[in-house]
């Protein structure tokens, strides 16, 4: 027999967004939780997160406190009454009183296979590592930083050609997947197995930083092919490029050596500027100058002609 369930909500960011939908599905929304309205763009204006603004298709309570560690702030998620809390990417503690006053306690959507990759930024470390796979777990929310039994996971390998970006918005779309299965089940009767996290393995995905952006020569070309695209869309790789700061929005590694120093240019042409590093080379493809949008390579060479050399 299907039973309905009540359902609250927590998340902040795009990422969190194709759930709440999968949440929002069969009309058991009671309420969605995400973080205050916060000053964004250029011109810092209060701006509501992608949750809100997409929670306003359902005639549900929208609520942000500050914290959760608040009694008043509690007493309004008992006051909902919900079966189950779901959590994407909310970025606020969970304390154990909130977790228990669900039914069913509160379930996590973790866009990495735990338990590699707990923490801030697990689709960005994945890429900068070299991990040939990643997925989305669903997790059972536990004490502790991403630590819970995982109830359900799917699966989804990397390309050479993947950055952060897009394989954020593919594991978007497989978290509300993930999400829908455990729900389909939850309401079957059929509570998911859960199973718990090997402490063997576990890794932690540190939030970026933008210093991190700055790429060093002396690294390999494979290391900072993988650090264009885990940096891209944000904060983008950068280097110095023949004496100019530039961003780098997307590079490749090639299999040549070569004897120059690190960081010199070695050719540069229509296909791209092959920079020298600590292994092999990188040849970059699209940049982009200070105060100017990005380029494809070819193009900030017709800025810069005589770095050009083919």
Not at 120 to 131: C, F, K, L, V
Request: net charge neutral.
């Amino acid at each position: 027999m299907r039973q309905t369930l009540r359902l609250v909500f927590a998340g902040t960011p795009e990422f969190a967004v194709p759930s709440l939908h999968a949440a929002a599905a069969h009309g058991e929304l009671v309420g969605v939780y995400t973080q205050p309205d916060r000053p964004a763009g250029r011109g810092r204006v209060l701006t509501a997160s992608p949750v809100k603004q997409a929670a306003q298709a359902f005639a549900v309570p929208v609520l942000q406190p500050e914290t959760l560690r608040d009694p008043a702030a509690q007493a309004a998620l008992r006051a909902l009454a919900p079966d189950l809390l779901i959590v994407v990417a909310y970025g606020l503690i969970l304390p154990k009183a909130v977790l228990e006053i669900p039914r069913f306690g509160g379930w996590n959507v973790h866009a990495s296979l735990l338990p590699r990759w707990r923490g801030a930024a697990p689709i960005q470390r994945a890429i900068e590592a070299g991990d040939d796979e990643t997925g989305v777990c669903l997790m059972q929310m536990a004490r502790g930083l991403d630590t819970g039994p995982v109830l359900l996971q799917l699966r989804t390998p990397i390309s050479a050609s993947d950055t952060a970006g897009g394989l954020h918005d593919r594991l978007a779309e497989l978290g509300a997947e993930v999400l829908r299965d455990g729900l389909a089940l939850l309401r079957a009767g059929l509570h998911p197995q859960p199973t718990a996290q090997a402490e063997d393995g576990a890794t932690y995905a540190h939030k970026l930083d933008k210093a991190e952006a700055r790429l060093d020569w002396n690294q390999s070309a494979a290391v900072l092919a993988r650090k264009v695209r885990a940096f891209n869309p944000w904060p983008i790789a950068e280097a110095e490029l023949a004496g100019e700061r530039v961003r780098i929005h997307a590079a490749v590694a090639l299999s040549e050596s070569s004897p120059a120093t690190p960081g010199s240019v070695v050719r540069a042409s229509r296909d791209g500027i092959d920079v020298a590093c600590g292994a092999h080379v990188l040849r970059l493809l699209t940049v982009q100058r200070d105060g100017g949008k990005a380029l494809a390579a070819r193009d900030y060479l017709n800025a810069r002609p005589a770095l050009q050399t083919s």
